[in-house]
């Protein structure tokens, strides 16, 4: 059974702080890696793609993979009171790309 | 760029109805699109999986006679809920990917409410 797993929080961190989001995936052969940001009520936004192992920044968000040990990471820098979301984890299985989601982790960032 | 409407975003019905829901990619040709069922609290799970003139393909558990997905273009695809139940009662939610490739992103739509009476 392949599987992505995360915690699910909530993480609450003050504003400005580094707030800093893990995952762990079953499927060896997974070759592409996604966070994705939820809103309640709404459909997830795409934050950032990593493919290769190491890190990948994109303004206040760094990614970070280890295929070794089967690890994804989610840093975000100087964390606003309108990134609290819940962060979805994903990986891809299967030649088509089909994603397999993790539960997600609900971060909450306070004034 | 790589944005994907779905109509309508929130739709209520009688139980035993049927529902179509609709999922454009507006500036992009679609080789593949993915169908999502959301329950609260819960994560996104996979329903099917379909490429532009071909049959979809359902994860397991999914019962493609209820579920009828249609992807007749590059640009749309639909999926119909029919005989719809409460238990159906969901936020749905499409997707789609340009290139078909498991390194392709894949953008999503704004997602279907859908509550069965």
């Known amino acids: 059974q392949k599987e992505v797993e995360q915690n699910s929080g909530p993480l609450s961190v003050p504003e400005g702080a580094i707030a800093s989001l893990n995952c762990t995936y079953s499927?060896?052969?997974?070759?592409?890696f996604f966070w994705y940001r939820q809103y309640s009520g709404k459909s997830p936004e795409l934050i950032m793609s990593i493919y290769s192992n190491g890190d990948k920044e994109d303004g206040r968000f760094t990614a970070q993979l280890n295929k070794a040990s089967q690890y994804v990471s989610l840093l975000i820098r100087d964390s606003q009171p309108s990134d609290s979301a819940t962060y979805l984890c994903?990986?891809?299985?299967?030649?088509?790309?089909?994603?397999?989601f993790g539960k997600g982790t609900k971060l909450s960032v306070k004034p | 760029g790589a944005v994907v409407s779905q109509h309508p975003s929130w739709v209520i019905c009688k139980s035993g109805t049927s529902v179509k829901i609709e999922c454009r990619s507006l500036?992009?040709?679609?080789?593949?699109m993915f169908w999502y069922r959301q329950f609260p609290k819960q994560s996104l799970m996979l329903m099917a999986t379909?490429?532009?003139?071909?049959?979809?393909?359902?994860e397991q558990g999914v019962e493609k006679d209820k579920f009828l997905i249609n992807h007749a273009s590059l640009t749309l695809s639909t999926l119909t809920v029919t005989s719809a139940h409460p238990e159906d009662s969901s936020f749905y939610i499409c997707?789609?990917?340009?290139?078909?490739?498991?390194?392709?992103?894949?953008?999503f739509g704004p997602g279907t409410r859908l509550t069965v009476l």
């Open positions: 379909s490429n532009e003139g071909s049959k979809a393909t359902y």
């Open positions: 997707s789609a990917s340009q290139g078909g490739f498991s390194t392709d992103t894949q953008y």
């Open positions: 500036d992009f040709q679609a080789t593949t």
């Open positions: 499927d060896r052969g997974s070759q592409s």
């Open positions: 994903a990986v891809t299985w299967g030649s088509q790309g089909n994603l397999i």
